[in-house]
């Protein structure tokens, strides 16, 4: 479900609460230690989550599923996910004003579209696809401070490919989020994105070749490469205790949307048997320390 992958990434940006936001403030002095609490130092967060999705990329059936969440700093490095899956900001480094930061690092994840969960009887007959192996990297740029002195707005790129032999195919996936706290305790963050495949992914997910038609009845379409979807994510996070700042325990909840356009919108397997518009929901509690 790519819709899982992308979205679930952004599950880990509302599971920190107001972390971001307080821990891009990067002076050394007591009185900014004081400010920023837990974030000041090396933090992690851990949680649960439940998230409400489409049974593959492009499906009108929707299925529950258990949504783990992790995300942290250790010596400046950042870390956290990308749906099943993980990334490192290996930059610690920011500009002489604290209100630029680059980003860049390794990405790594696993991609289950179309090998569990099918829950349409006939895309089911078109046969699972295997488990895709994704690796490649994060790349972006980071503004603090952008209205308010908690806010963040980031430009970011993703691009990995499968080293599986599953789809075989490239991925890029730029966003832009803007992201700020509303008090101590509450946390929202606004994202747009889209992805671009090629062929390879395409044909692997969005192609009925001879066999497959005849299995299951849907007509023979040759995929194309191209951009697949875009789309819009709004989450937020509130921590009990009332200051994101000591850590602890938080809820957060995510809604997201997504559009598929190209050739992934017009396969039969989205076409006929779907939807092109996709919606994921997912909500649950997170520990930072």
Not at 260 to 265: R, S
């Amino acid at each position: 479900m790519h819709i899982l992958n992308r979205c679930v990434a952004a599950l880990f940006a509302s599971a920190t609460i107001c972390a971001p936001a307080f821990a891009q403030e990067a002076t050394t002095d007591a009185a900014d230690t004081t400010e920023r609490g837990i974030f000041a130092g090396d933090w992690v967060t851990v949680g649960i989550g439940v998230g409400y999705a489409p049974s593959y990329e492009g499906s009108n059936d929707y299925v529950l599923f258990p949504a783990p969440i992790a995300q942290g700093s250790i010596g400046g490095i950042e870390f956290g996910a990308r749906g099943p899956g993980l990334y490192a900001d290996l930059i610690a480094d920011s500009n002489s004003d604290n209100n630029i930061k680059f980003l860049a690092g390794p990405l790594f994840r696993v991609r289950l579209d179309r090998n569990s969960n099918i829950k349409d009887p006939v895309v089911r007959l078109l046969g699972k696809e295997d488990v895709a192996i994704e690796v490649g990297a994060t790349l972006g740029i980071s503004f603090a401070k952008v209205i308010n002195p908690f806010d963040n707005l980031s430009f970011s790129t993703d691009i990995q490919w499968d080293v599986a032999g599953a789809h075989k195919g490239r991925l890029i996936s730029p966003s832009i989020s803007y992201s700020t706290p509303l008090s101590t305790a509450i946390f929202t963050s606004l994202s747009v994105s889209a992805t671009h495949v090629d062929g390879n992914y395409a044909d692997t997910y969005f192609s009925i070749d001879a066999v497959g038609s005849a299995a299951s009845g849907l007509p023979q379409f040759d995929a194309d490469g191209g951009w697949k979807s875009y789309g819009a994510s709004l989450l937020g996070g509130v921590d009990l205790s009332g200051d994101a700042r000591d850590g602890g325990w938080g809820v957060f909840g995510l809604i997201s949307y997504a559009r598929m356009t190209g050739d992934a919108k017009r396969s039969p397997v989205t076409s006929l048997r779907g939807d092109a518009d996709q919606w994921f929901l997912a909500g649950g509690i997170s520990y930072t320390f």
